[in-house]
């Protein structure tokens, strides 16, 4: 009898230390990450949720959009590389880099359209890879939550930039690219295996980007005589390779 009083007991003890474990893992949770519903945000609310509290979840914003990344927290959280997104939107970082004061706004002012277009891929990637929680009040959202002319802004000016990118696209197929390849040792050149190396302006790159850029096209040997045709320093002008810097 004793004996069966005693296993009765320890059984008993047992059961209540797994109760009160299982109670305290759930505490630990709820306490730490709660639910973060779909709502309008303010520039000061969202300033608390960049990670430094455990016990809430960690939100970034994006054009306005706000996000949960809690389950990034070893990205976005303090140390994390992504942290200086936490608690704030700071669209342009997401294509200028620049991680420090200025940089870390939410105008996209005098960035190209491919630029802005560059932001808004990054939007519709946190819309696919994390839970939207809502819209932050300010410069592309109203009191009520609606889009407003910046937004509307932004996103037409991401439409011309893929424009854009498509029409160079189609354009730069019409004439053949060199190959090319570098090495450490090596350094880089560039060859063409039917025709000879040129380098070509590409007519919309500052409607993309703001700047002038080249691309080296292969020519038939009929076709360089054009003025805008430019031979590569220090290269033969029927050489068929070409070292670049």
């Given at each position: 009898m004793m004996l069966t009083k005693m296993l009765v007991a320890s059984r008993f003890y047992v059961g209540l230390a797994v109760l009160v474990t299982l109670v305290a893992i759930l505490l630990r949770f709820s306490m730490r990450a709660p639910i973060v519903q779909s709502r309008l945000w303010t520039t000061e609310e969202i300033a608390l949720?960049?990670?430094?509290?455990?016990?809430?979840?960690?939100?970034?914003?994006?054009?306005?959009?706000?996000?949960?990344?809690?389950?990034?927290?070893?990205?976005?959280?303090?140390?994390g590389a992504y942290h200086h997104f936490a608690g704030r939107d700071a669209s342009r970082a997401f294509?200028?880099?620049?991680?420090?004061?200025?940089?870390?706004?939410?105008?996209?002012?005098g960035l190209s359209s491919v630029e802005v277009k560059g932001?808004?891929?990054?939007?519709?990637f946190y819309f696919r890879?994390?839970?939207?929680?809502?819209?932050?009040?300010?410069?592309?959202?109203?009191?009520?939550?609606?889009?407003?002319?910046?937004?509307?802004?932004?996103e037409a000016k991401a439409a011309r930039g893929a424009q854009l990118l498509e029409k160079q696209k189609e354009e730069e197929?019409?004439?053949?690219?060199c190959n090319s390849?570098?090495?450490?040792?090596?350094?880089?050149?560039?060859?063409?295996?039917?025709?000879?190396?040129?380098?070509?302006q590409r007519p919309l790159?500052?409607?993309?980007?703001?700047?002038?850029?080249?691309?080296?096209v292969c020519f038939n040997e009929e076709e360089l005589g054009k003025p805008e045709l430019e031979i590569y320093e220090g290269c033969d002008p029927l050489s068929?390779?070409?070292k670049v810097n």
């Open positions: 949720y960049n990670g430094t509290n455990d016990r809430l979840p960690i939100v970034l914003g994006i054009l306005g959009s706000v996000f949960d990344v809690s389950k990034g927290r070893s990205h976005y959280g303090p140390g294509i200028s880099g620049n991680f420090t004061g200025d940089g870390l706004t939410d105008s996209l002012q932001v808004v891929d990054w939007r519709d890879s994390y839970t939207f929680v809502g819209k932050l009040v300010g410069r592309y959202y109203d009191n009520e939550g609606s889009p407003t002319k910046s937004l509307k802004g932004v197929a019409k004439l053949p690219s390849r570098w090495s450490q040792h090596e350094g880089g050149e560039v060859w063409c295996t039917a025709g000879y190396p040129r380098l070509v790159e500052i409607a993309l980007t703001g700047k002038m850029s080249k691309r080296c068929k390779v070409c």
